[in-house]
C-alpha cells in the first residue's frame, strides 16, 4: 500500500518533471545523478555543476520511487528548495524532492519519491564551497516503509 507523506512535509513541485529520452536513449550510462530539475547528469556531483549558479546550499541526495524503489541521486539548491535553508530541513527530516526523476523506470512518472539519505552537503562560502560531512545522515521520514 503506498503512504501519502504527512501534511506537514513540505513539497518542492508539484509538476512532474520531463523525461529526458533525447538525452537517456543516447547515452548507454546511466546518469550518476540528476539537477534539481531532474535533469540527467554524467560527471561527478560538485557543487559548480547545479542547475542555480547562485546557490548558497547544495546537497546530493539519494531517493527512492514510492512504487518500484529504483534509487535516484538527485541534487538540492535554492533551485528546488524553497522553503527555508536546506540544512534545516536535513535537520527535522522534511527534505523532499517529490516526483522521482522521470525515467520512465515503472510507468508511473508522477509517483512520489522516498527520501533516503544526504550523500553531501555543501556550504557556499565568501568565495568557495565547504563540505559539511556532519549533514550527511539518515533523512529517512517515519512515512517512508522498507
Known amino acids: 500500500m503506498l503512504r501519502e507523506p504527512a501534511?506537514?512535509?513540505p513539497w518542492t513541485e508539484t509538476t512532474v518533471y520531463q523525461c529526458y529520452n533525447d538525452i537517456l536513449s543516447r547515452i548507454?550510462?546511466?546518469p550518476i545523478w540528476f539537477d534539481e530539475h531532474a535533469v540527467p547528469r554524467y560527471c561527478d556531483f560538485a557543487p559548480r555543476h547545479l542547475a542555480n549558479i547562485y546557490a548558497r546550499e547544495a546537497a546530493l541526495v539519494e531517493v527512492t520511487c514510492q512504487v518500484c524503489k529504483r534509487l535516484f541521486r538527485v541534487a538540492f539548491s535554492e533551485a528546488n528548495w524553497r522553503?527555508?535553508?536546506i540544512a534545516d530541513a536535513i535537520r527535522s527530516r522534511t527534505l523532499h524532492f517529490g516526483d522521482p526523476p522521470n525515467v520512465d523506470c515503472c510507468g508511473n512518472a508522477s509517483m512520489n519519491s522516498?527520501?533516503?539519505?544526504v550523500i553531501e552537503y555543501w556550504r557556499r562560502g565568501s568565495t568557495t564551497w565547504d563540505r559539511d560531512p556532519s549533514f550527511e545522515v539518515d533523512i529517512r521520514p517515519d512515512?517512508?516503509?522498507d
Open 143 to 145: 512515512w517512508v516503509n
Open 28 to 30: 548507454a550510462d546511466q
Open 83 to 85: 522553503r527555508g535553508k
Open 114 to 117: 522516498e527520501p533516503r539519505r
Open 7 to 9: 501534511a506537514d512535509v
